[in-house]
């Protein structure tokens, strides 16, 4: 169940990152309530996660999850520039959180 609230902040990471974006300095209003709600729900599931997790792995996977969901969408959905380098980099974060994931928690 930590796990699963972990993957769920990490998504919530990946809104509140595209809202931050989408509301132009806070100059928003709906793209601003968004990220805050984003924000506050996605710190508040890591922390709930942190109370059966050790801190590294968790904190790994809510941050690339985050990294990873807020690149692919920013490529997919806002134009942003598409490149071999910055795939094969996203791919990199990926083997690296399943690395930490697999080198030893014992949760």
Same mark, same amino acid.
């Given at each position: 169940?930590?796990? #699963? &609230? ?5 998504? !919530?990471?990946? $809104?509140? %990152? ?6 132009? @300095?806070? =100059? ?16 508040? #599931? &890591? ?5 059966? !997790?050790?801190? $590294?792995? %968790? ?6 999850? @985050?990294? =990873? ?17 910055? &795939? ?20």
């Amino acid at each position: 169940m930590a796990w #699963l &609230l972990v993957i769920v902040a990490g998504m !919530l990471e990946t $809104g509140f %990152a595209v809202c931050l974006k989408l509301s132009h @300095g806070f =100059t928003r209003l709906w793209p601003t309530i968004a990220f805050a709600s984003f924000a506050l729900g996605s710190f508040g #599931l &890591l922390t709930l996660s942190l109370r059966k !997790l050790d801190v $590294g792995p %968790a904190y790994a996977v809510w941050t690339g999850i @985050g990294a =990873t969901g807020t690149a692919i969408y920013g490529m997919i959905f806002l134009g942003d520039v598409v490149s071999t380098l910055k &795939l094969v980099s996203i791919a990199f974060v990926i083997v690296g959180i399943i690395g930490l994931q697999l080198s030893g928690s014992a949760h």
